[in-house]
């Protein structure tokens, strides 16, 4: 897993009303709500002769203004509607379109910048929201760039319009309670021109201009904690919403939840900590039997009484990241069917083998589709980061 530091962030929510009245003219009069600079603008150490540097201000909430560079001969209007096809989601809400921009000029890209509130107890990672938008704005999605500066995250999609294709760079940005999203679009027949441009433009220029004091979404997560074998305490941090389940009896520590906000998802997630004498081995084999005992500890303290069989739907995987600080790690996907009558449920295990305890996780939720769906996977991989960013730092603390 890739691990990353963020700068501290505003620990205020989000005022919408702010967002959508506060873009202050910093421009000539009548000019758009954009300060710009010349063209010329370099980026990331390359000379772009075709950018100009933007800066947006958010009046009574600075934690968001930014600076970034954006191709120039835009005309930049300011919009300020309502973008409410991901409000099902749940994962975020007072979504407004703040600019577009165009060009009468042919082969040059449109952008749009958007605003929008993020729900603690329904947050979802960046390329979650991404790959979201790109579910209503794109046909089909490209490629993933799951981090770069700022600790972003980009989206490339594709959608036709008339039947031509127009290729389409989803980049999300959070900062505390709040994500900014800059969309681009630019016709296939410009695209292999323009596509790194606008990388490097609008992926490597993001600068929050103004410091902060602390992040918003972390205050508002519950602080856990489990002891492991070696006496030692691993913390952790979990959204609210997520209520504790006692654990039937494990011979090792177990720590698990469900998800109270989403009651027709019937999702829980374990946390393990199995002692490396109890397991006799950390081979491979010895780690999927692992995955699958601590999976049906989940469903046996979850639903107790609920009868299944499994079906292996992806085969292990390592987890990025993770093969720094331990001996090995696989993650293991799997569907579960149910005896007689009753939904299909997915379910992920991860282990990994570290000094002195094997720490794993695993997870369990009833097939959804739909938008409201895929707001509750979202938020699931979510969660799953934050125990999985937990582990990784536990690890990293028995190197020292």
């Given at each position: 897993?890739?691990?990353?530091?963020?700068?501290?962030?505003?620990?205020?929510?989000?005022?919408?009303?702010?967002?959508?009245?506060?873009?202050?003219?910093?421009?000539?009069?009548?000019?758009?709500?954009?300060?710009?600079?010349?063209?010329?603008?370099?980026?990331?150490?390359?000379?772009?002769?075709?950018?100009?540097?933007?800066?947006?201000?958010?009046?009574?909430?600075?934690?968001?203004?930014?600076?970034?560079?954006?191709?120039?001969?835009?005309?930049?209007?300011?919009?300020?509607?309502?973008?409410?096809?991901?409000?099902?989601?749940?994962?975020?809400?007072?979504?407004?379109?703040?600019f577009v921009a165009e060009s009468d000029k042919p082969g040059l890209p449109t952008l749009a910048v958007y605003a929008a509130e993020?729900?603690?107890?329904?947050?979802?990672?960046?390329?979650?929201?991404?790959?979201?938008?790109?579910?209503?704005?794109?046909?089909?999605?490209?490629?993933?760039?799951?981090?770069?500066?700022?600790?972003?995250?980009?989206?490339?999609?594709?959608?036709?319009?008339?039947?031509?294709?127009?290729?389409?760079?989803?980049?999300?940005?959070?900062?505390?309670?709040?994500?900014?999203?800059?969309?681009?679009?630019?016709?296939?027949?410009?695209?292999?021109?323009?596509?790194?441009?606008?990388?490097?433009?609008?992926?490597?220029?993001?600068?929050?201009?103004?410091?902060?004091?602390?992040?918003?979404?972390e205050a508002s997560m519950e602080r856990h904690e489990m002891t492991l074998p070696s006496g030692q305490v691993m913390p952790f941090?979990?959204?609210?919403?997520?209520?504790?389940?006692?654990?039937?009896?494990?011979?090792?520590?177990?720590?698990?939840?469900?998800?109270?906000?989403?009651?027709?998802?019937?999702?829980?997630?374990?946390?393990?900590?199995?002692?490396?004498?109890?397991?006799?081995?950390?081979?491979?084999?010895?780690?999927?039997?692992?995955?699958?005992?601590?999976?049906?500890?989940?469903?046996?303290?979850?639903?107790?009484?609920?009868?299944?069989?499994?079906?292996?739907?992806?085969?292990?995987?390592?987890?990025?990241?993770?093969?720094?600080?331990?001996?090995?790690?696989?993650?293991?996907?799997?569907?579960?069917?149910?005896?007689?009558?009753?939904?299909?449920?997915?379910?992920?295990?991860?282990?990994?083998?570290?000094?002195?305890?094997?720490?794993?996780?695993?997870?369990?939720?009833?097939?959804?589709?739909?938008?409201?769906?895929?707001?509750?996977?979202?938020?699931?991989?979510?969660?799953?980061?934050?125990?999985?960013?937990?582990?990784?730092?536990?690890?990293?603390?028995?190197?020292?």
């Open positions: 897993m890739k691990t990353r530091t963020r700068q501290r962030y505003d620990m205020r929510r989000l005022a919408l009303a702010a967002l959508l009245t506060g873009l202050l003219l910093a421009a000539a009069p009548g000019a758009p709500a954009l300060a710009q600079a010349a063209s010329g603008t370099a980026a990331a150490g390359k000379d772009v002769v075709d950018a100009t540097e933007l800066t947006i201000e958010v009046q009574d909430e600075r934690s968001l203004d930014f600076r970034i560079l954006v191709p120039s001969d835009l005309t930049w209007v300011r919009t300020q509607a309502e973008e409410n096809r991901f409000d099902e989601s749940g994962t975020v809400r007072d979504m407004r379109q703040l993020i729900p603690p107890e329904r947050a979802a990672l960046e390329i979650g929201y991404g790959m979201l938008f790109a579910s209503v704005w794109a046909n089909r999605v490209d490629s993933v760039d799951r981090l770069f500066d700022e600790g972003g995250a980009g989206i490339m999609a594709s959608r036709e319009v008339n039947g031509q294709t127009k290729r389409m760079m989803i980049n999300v940005w959070r900062r505390g309670l709040a994500i900014v999203v800059v969309r681009a679009e630019i016709d296939d027949a410009h695209a292999a021109v323009w596509i790194p441009r606008l990388e490097e433009m609008l992926q490597k220029s993001m600068v929050f201009v103004n410091e902060t004091l602390g992040d918003a979404l941090l979990m959204p609210p919403g997520w209520k504790p389940v006692k654990p039937v009896k494990a011979g090792f520590p177990a720590v698990m939840f469900e998800d109270s906000t989403y009651p027709e998802g019937e999702r829980a997630v374990g946390v393990f900590a199995v002692p490396t004498s109890v397991m006799q081995e950390t081979s491979p084999e010895a780690v999927d039997q692992a995955v699958v005992d601590t999976s049906d500890l989940l469903l046996r303290s979850f639903k107790p009484g609920l009868k299944y069989q499994r079906e292996r739907v992806e085969m292990p995987y390592t987890a990025p990241g993770f093969q720094d600080v331990a001996a090995l790690n696989a993650f293991f996907e799997e569907r579960l069917m149910p005896d007689g009558e009753g939904p299909e449920r997915d379910a992920l295990g991860f282990f990994a083998a570290l000094p002195g305890s094997i720490l794993g996780l695993s997870t369990t939720s009833v097939q959804q589709t739909g938008m409201r769906g895929m707001g509750a996977r979202m938020h699931e991989h979510f969660v799953r980061e934050q125990l999985m960013t937990a582990m990784h730092a536990y690890g990293k603390s028995q190197q020292r």
